[in-house]
């Protein structure tokens, strides 16, 4: 199958809603990241995302709208639901609700829950108010890469499996969405993302966050959503966080990097711009200003996918305090870094 890149004209967006009434596959920009779409209420349809994407069937997708009165026909919209729903949607807040009889079960692996999201990409927006249908859509890459932030990443991991995808540019938040679930007595952030705790603070008396957002979950321990059981993607070389005071993280590095040139190995940091200069002599990546977390959350993804193609053995990364969009950041890094952690102060105590 030909895979079609399009600007997202007008044509284009009605070309797209044609290939979903018809149950095939389009890749759509949001502001999170790209998601893989399918018309959520055909079976076949829904189907053919899990084969495009190599995706275990047990993982259950979102289903995106373009308004809320339309998630009445899929499921129990709770008193809760509608007031996030008025204050942060569309935007990056997935809900878990109770599912109604009109969603095939293949979307939700069968359980009781529906996972559902407005997004506020204009073009997803537009293609979803075009088709009039609820798309389910995973992210747009294949299982064990990371999400993709721009059109091009959709079609280096999916091209000849899907007749389109639509080209919005980069995406702006970068991270996937937050999932909130809905279901259990107490709001519980599964996925941390864009719409942060402290946000859903502002409007919700209490919120918990799933503890095991920061470390491996335990043997044995049973995953509250059931992408956290999964191995998450990990780029090809070896990545370590450093924490501690910048000139120690920037010093433990230097000597890492020192060590691995002697071996011929190829070293490269993930930075804060204001650290650039520590790092003298190692190739860097700018991960945006340490006062605009927000810009690293945006490039993580796209920082790692990068290293991979340019098969970088060795990575270290500064990190963020886990905090507001820093906490999905870091939840993103830990996994990418098998959760290592190396402790820079520490080192420098020693
Ligand atoms: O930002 C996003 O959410 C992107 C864009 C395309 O909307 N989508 C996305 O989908 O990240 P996906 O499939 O890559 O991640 C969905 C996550 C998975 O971890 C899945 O296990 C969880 O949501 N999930 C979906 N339905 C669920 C349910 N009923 N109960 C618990 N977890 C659920
Ligand atoms: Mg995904």
């Known amino acids: 199958m030909e895979t079609k890149l399009l600007m997202p004209t007008e044509a284009a967006i009605q070309e797209a809603a044609r290939l979903l009434q018809a149950g095939q596959l389009v890749g759509f920009p949001t502001e999170t990241v790209y998601g893989l779409g399918a018309n959520a209420l055909n079976e076949?349809?829904?189907?053919?995302?899990?084969?495009a994407?190599?995706?275990?069937?047990?993982?259950?997708?979102?289903?995106?709208?373009?308004?809320?009165?339309?998630?009445?026909?899929?499921?129990?919209v709770t008193d809760t639901a509608r007031l996030l729903i008025s204050t942060f949607c569309p935007g990056p807040l997935?809900?878990?609700l109770m599912k109604k009889g009109t969603v095939p079960s293949v979307v939700t692996a069968g359980l009781p829950s529906v996972a559902v999201r407005i997004p506020s990409h204009p073009v997803a927006r537009d293609m979803l108010a075009a088709c009039q249908l609820p798309i389910a859509a995973p992210s747009a890459?294949?299982?064990?890469?990371?999400?993709?932030?721009?059109?091009?990443?959709?079609?280096?991991d999916l091209r000849g499996r899907l007749p389109l995808i639509l080209?919005?540019?980069e995406c702006q938040v970068g991270l996937e969405s937050t999932v909130l679930d809905l279901t259990s007595p107490i709001p519980t952030i599964l996925r941390p993302g864009g719409i942060t705790p402290e946000m859903l603070l502002t409007v919700l008396p209490e919120v918990k966050v799933a503890d095991s957002i920061l470390r491996p979950l335990m043997d044995g321990e049973k995953a509250l959503?059931?992408?956290?059981?999964?191995?998450?993607?990990?780029?090809?070389g070896t990545l370590s966080m450093v924490k501690?005071?910048?000139?120690?993280?920037?010093?433990?590095?230097l000597a890492r990097a020192r060590e691995a040139a002697a071996k011929g190995q190829a070293v490269r940091v993930l930075a804060f711009e204001e650290h650039l200069p520590l790092y003298e002599g190692v190739e860097t990546v700018c991960i945006g200003s340490v006062e605009n977390p927000a810009s690293a959350a945006q490039r993580l993804f796209a920082t790692l996918r990068q290293a991979d193609?340019?098969?970088?053995?060795?990575?270290?990364?500064?990190?963020?305090?886990?905090?507001?969009?820093?906490?999905?950041?870091?939840?993103?890094?830990?996994r990418a870094a098998g959760f290592t952690e190396l402790d820079a102060d520490a080192e420098a105590a020693k």
């Open 53 to 76: 994407k190599g995706r275990p069937a047990d993982n259950p997708l979102i289903v995106h709208v373009a308004d809320p009165a339309q998630l009445d026909h899929i499921c129990e």
């Open 244 to 253: 501690g005071k910048p000139e120690n993280v920037a010093n433990l590095i």
């Open 94 to 96: 997935t809900m878990l």
């Open 141 to 156: 890459n294949t299982s064990g890469k990371p999400s993709p932030t721009t059109a091009q990443h959709v079609l280096d």
């Open 309 to 334: 193609d340019d098969h970088i053995p060795l990575l270290f990364s500064e990190v963020l305090p886990a905090s507001g969009i820093g906490l999905a950041f870091m939840n993103r890094l830990c």
């Open 225 to 236: 959503s059931p992408g956290m059981r999964y191995k998450h993607y990990a780029p090809s």
């Open 167 to 169: 080209d919005g540019g």
């Open 44 to 51: 076949d349809a829904v189907r053919s995302i899990f084969a």
